[in-house]
């Protein structure tokens, strides 16, 4: 029988009222659900004996690497029932040893995805890296081997590849190049033993040329979709999702690879900034032109080109709201290229998400309720920081000569997009795996496709809700201490321990994907 429930419900919940009272029940309310949400992972997904092909989106590996950030952030999730599980070891119990005998095929080259052998090096890695008792870890030759050949062929593959009798894009999170830099950019964050730093250095020394290519496609996917298409909807940067046509989601296209292109240094960047702040604001330009809608992809494929628009950040416009976090916090590009649709669209995509972003999917980050939310922590960082906001509006209104701002960049506050992260992270206790209670019949979230996965699951949310404690505890810090805050050890660590969006980012380069 056909699933008889709508694509999203109405939304009548209200944003939660930002003061210490509500979020000190917030912070005790999401540690619970931390700790809880945990506990059911770790009883109800498999342990297993060996690799198999299976990435970070499905299966044990994301499992793996939903306890390893829980680990890292453990100082800030303590709750009154004790001391957090310990998630370290959780997490090696779904790390096996050796390699996946699943060779590197040019079409499967990220970890994020299914089949690529890069999973297991990079949370071999991870595992190393949260050792403390050591200072400087190493990386076994058999996993530098394997990340080693990943870069070589991500730097041989073309803007398009083979997979099966099909081709697609080489450059999205999920299967392409940016899921490699990815990698790249959290590995460069660590120091390691001298001999692993030694092995590494080639490796990480190509992270320009992987730029560099990773850019060339998006400008030969813009050059190609003008010769076809003309200049009409055409963006500076563009990138095939399936062969002949062009995506847009974080997962499966340019706003997710061009967040992860805005996390490299600026210096590395410098060069494409025109193309990137083009890119971004043509992006917004289509976003806004849609009521806060974006299209998953030009042309429109026909399955998606009529009925209700989707509202997911593997697709959509949640994933536009996570790019401008990065554009925001790249400093150089937002000073250059800030304009007042950058603010309209943050405010139109967040409208629509508010409305119609409560999936019948149910909690997870890809196709849900707690996907759609992430984006606000990371957007409250950015507008409670003025150092993001302030300095690019004024640089556009000196490029500009003009005095005039957008209405709506009066109404982008911190409180205005964690009042609606926290109503929305909080209903999603209400979903499936984490409540077997009957649904309520206003709204009957069905069971998630895969309910212990990272981003179809329970795990994922559980990663939101843990970095929900981060920004709710750096909050009320703030909150008490005033100007003070800057030099406060409770407060750094809970900045420290904002992670961003699992395989995205948002709060910068953390080590920890």
Same mark, same amino acid.
């Given at each position: 029988m056909a699933d008889q429930r709508p694509q999203y419900y109405d939304n009548s919940l209200s944003p939660v009222d930002i003061n210490a009272t509500t979020l000190a029940d917030c912070l005790k309310q999401f540690r619970e659900a931390?700790?809880?949400?945990?506990?059911?992972?770790?009883?109800? =997904? #498999?342990?297993?004996?060996? $690799?198999?092909?299976?990435?970070?989106?499905? !299966?044990?590996?994301?499992?793996? %690497?939903?306890?390893?950030?829980?680990?890292?952030?453990?100082?800030?999730?303590?709750?009154?029932?004790?001391? =957090? #599980?310990?998630?370290?070891? $959780?997490?090696?119990?779904?790390?096996?040893? !050796?390699?996946?005998?699943?060779? %590197?095929?040019?079409?499967?080259?990220?970890?994020?995805?299914?089949?690529?052998?890069?999973?297991?090096?990079?949370?071999?890695?991870?595992?190393?890296?949260s050792d403390k008792t050591k200072e400087k870890p190493t990386i076994s030759s058999e996993d530098g081997a394997v990340l080693e050949e990943a870069v070589n062929l991500s730097l041989k593959n073309g803007s398009l590849v083979s997979h099966g009798d099909r081709k697609m894009g080489a450059d999205e999170m999920l299967y392409g190049r940016a899921g490699v830099l990815w990698t790249l950019l959290n590995i460069r964050a660590h120091h390691f033993d001298e001999e692993t730093e030694k092995a590494l250095a080639p490796i990480l020394n190509q992270i320009p040329n992987l730029i560099h290519l990773i850019i060339d496609a998006g400008r030969q996917g813009s050059k190609d979709y003008i010769e076809k298409h003309g200049e009409t909807d055409a963006h500076p940067l563009m990138y095939v999702w399936l062969e002949g046509f062009y995506g847009f989601g974080a997962v499966h296209g340019m706003t997710g690879i061009l967040a992860i292109l805005l996390a490299c240094k600026p210096e590395e960047l410098k060069p494409y900034l025109t193309d990137l702040g083009g890119t971004i604001t043509t992006i917004c330009k289509l976003c806004i032109a849609?009521?806060?809608?974006?299209?998953?992809?030009?042309?429109?494929?026909?399955?998606?080109?009529?009925?209700?628009?989707?509202?997911?950040?593997?697709?959509?416009?949640?994933?536009?709201?996570?790019?401008?976090?990065?554009?925001?916090?790249?400093?150089?590009?937002?000073?250059?290229?800030?304009?007042?649709?950058?603010?309209?669209?943050?405010?139109?995509?967040t409208e629509r998400t508010w409305e119609e972003g409560l999936l019948s999917k149910g909690g997870s980050l890809c196709h849900g309720i707690a996907g759609n939310a992430y984006p606000w922590l990371l957007l409250h960082d950015c507008y409670e920081d003025s150092e993001y906001i302030d300095k690019p509006r004024q640089a556009y209104l000196q490029r500009e000569k003009t005095s005039t701002l957008p209405d709506v960049s009066r109404t982008l506050t911190g409180d205005f997009f964690l009042s609606r992260a926290l109503a929305f992270l909080l209903h999603a206790r209400e979903t499936?795996?984490?409540?077997?209670?009957?649904?309520?019949?206003?709204?009957?979230?069905?069971?998630?496709?895969?309910?212990?996965?990272?981003?179809?699951?329970?795990?994922?949310?559980?990663?939101a809700w843990a970095d929900a404690c981060a920004v709710v505890q750096a909050r009320l810090r703030q909150m008490e201490l005033g100007a003070a805050v800057s030099t406060d050890s409770a407060f750094q660590e809970a900045r420290r321990s904002q992670l961003g969006f699992p395989g995205l980012g948002g709060n910068g380069v953390k080590g920890v994907f």
């Open positions: 931390v700790r809880k949400g945990s506990e059911l992972i770790h009883e109800n =997904s #498999p342990v297993p004996d060996k $690799w198999d092909k299976t990435g970070f989106f499905k !299966g044990f590996p994301g499992v793996a %690497l939903g306890f390893l950030r829980l680990n890292f952030q453990s100082p800030i999730l303590a709750d009154e029932n004790g001391p =957090s #599980p310990d998630y370290r070891q $959780w997490a090696l119990q779904r790390i096996p040893s !050796g390699l996946s005998d699943t060779p %590197l095929i040019p079409s499967r080259i990220s970890p994020v995805g299914s089949l690529s052998p890069l999973t297991a090096v990079a949370l071999h890695i991870l595992a190393a890296l849609n009521n806060g809608h974006l299209p998953m992809s030009i042309p429109s494929l026909k399955s998606n080109s009529s009925g209700p628009r989707l509202l997911q950040i593997c697709h959509c416009s949640p994933g536009v709201l996570a790019l401008m976090v990065a554009a925001l916090k790249n400093r150089p590009l937002a000073e250059a290229f800030w304009q007042p649709e950058w603010d309209q669209v943050i405010y139109t995509a499936r795996p984490y409540n077997t209670a009957p649904a309520p019949s206003d709204r009957d979230y069905r069971p998630p496709d895969d309910p212990w996965s990272l981003f179809e699951g329970l795990p994922g949310t559980v990663c």
